[in-house]
């Protein structure tokens, strides 16, 4: 399901909506990642959308409008952290959507994945979970982070030998 950005900044509300249903799972999950308190993800969650819905006149047509919303959700997540004066959720949440005989396999080995992300910077653990769960590119992690293409291949190749060496893997 393709959102048609041109109609998305005209305000038209069914593709609003498309885009809302396409997004709002993921933005959830994304910011659970960083505030960790349900009622909370789901009012910064809202107000990223109804951001993203007021303010469309500065979306760039041009560019990756996930990862435009993705830096407004993870914006309102840390100012959120700033006014609550919260500590960061360091907790990785995977979903599984597996059948029920392999769940027991599939958590041990999630949990020793949670545990060696969670050791991570909190920089190199957004990138990460941008890139593999969310799929988006350098440039645009680069967007939502604020930071270069550059920096962010730096970034996730460094979390990457830090994850290889946590868990035991062969490094090249």
């Known amino acids: 399901m393709e959102i048609n950005i041109d109609l998305l900044i005209k305000g ?3 593709e ?5 249903h396409i997004y709002r799972v993921s933005a959830e999950i994304f910011a659970m990642n960083i505030v960790h308190d349900n009622y909370l993800v789901e009012d910064i969650v ?8 007021v303010y469309r006149d500065k979306i760039n047509p041009d560019k990756s409008l996930k990862a435009y919303f993705f830096s407004i959700v993870k914006n309102l997540a840390i ?23 392999n769940i027991m396999l599939k958590q041990e080995r999630n949990n020793f994945i949670n545990e060696n992300i969670n050791n991570l910077k909190p920089l190199q653990r957004y990138a990460i979970y941008l890139y593999v769960y969310e799929n988006l590119n350098y440039k645009e992690i680069g967007t939502v982070l604020g930071k ?4 962010i291949k730096a970034i996730i190749f460094r979390a990457r030998k830090k994850l290889k060496k946590n868990m035991g893997l062969v490094i090249d």
């Open 12 to 14: 038209d509300t069914g």
């Open 16 to 20: 609003f909506e498309k885009f809302v």
């Open 46 to 53: 809202q107000d990223s959308f109804a951001k993203l819905y």
């Open 79 to 101: 100012d959120n952290i700033r006014k609550s004066k919260k500590v960061m959720y360091k907790e990785f949440e995977i979903i599984d959507t597996v059948s029920p005989e």
């Open 148 to 151: 270069t293409d550059k920096q």
